[in-house]
């Protein structure tokens, strides 16, 4: 199993941080693999949900995750459902440390079922996350400077 811990500092409040990443269904629009999200089922602090990803040279996948949040706490939790993987989780955890100054900390533990996928997988991770962080932080002075 990979697994990885990252701290970010962004200067954005940390609730808005909070509100961009758990806007879902807008992820097509700024995360370059997700060609489209579908939300199955929402209720209270849970998401059910569906993210249809393309990579190059490999055939589109579709993740299936049940995404637990709490807005007070502003923290993230993905669980894996359905796909390719073996298992996969994510946690987000978003602290405001000043004024329109934040943490981020992001932690991921993915396995594949295929071990050569999974390889594959671990020799491009950081390439992967730094893009997704990225495109995460992107988005955030896009719509909130």
């Not at 669980?79 to 987000?92: A, F, I, Q, S, V």
């Not at 594959?120 to 719509?143: D, G, H, P, Q, V």
Request: charged fraction near 30%; glycine fraction near 2%.
């Amino acid at each position: 199993m990979k697994n990885s811990q990252r701290e970010e500092i962004v200067f954005h409040s940390a609730k808005k941080l909070f509100d961009i990443v758990i806007d879902i269904e807008s992820y097509p629009q700024y995360i370059p693999w997700c060609t489209r999200m579908v939300v199955n089922q929402r209720k209270d602090n849970d998401i059910y949900a569906d993210m249809y990803v393309q990579y190059k040279l490999i055939l589109g996948q579709k993740f299936g995750s049940h995404v637990k949040f709490d807005k007070n706490k502003l923290t993230i939790e993905t669980h894996y459902t359905e796909g390719p993987l073996k298992d996969l989780t994510t946690n987000w955890k978003f602290e405001e440390l000043e004024n329109k100054k934040s943490k981020i900390i992001f932690v991921v533990n993915f396995e594949f079922k295929n071990f050569l996928h999974q390889k594959i997988a671990e020799t491009f991770y950081s390439l992967i996350e730094n893009k997704m962080i990225n495109s995460f932080k992107e988005r955030a002075t896009s719509i909130l400077d």
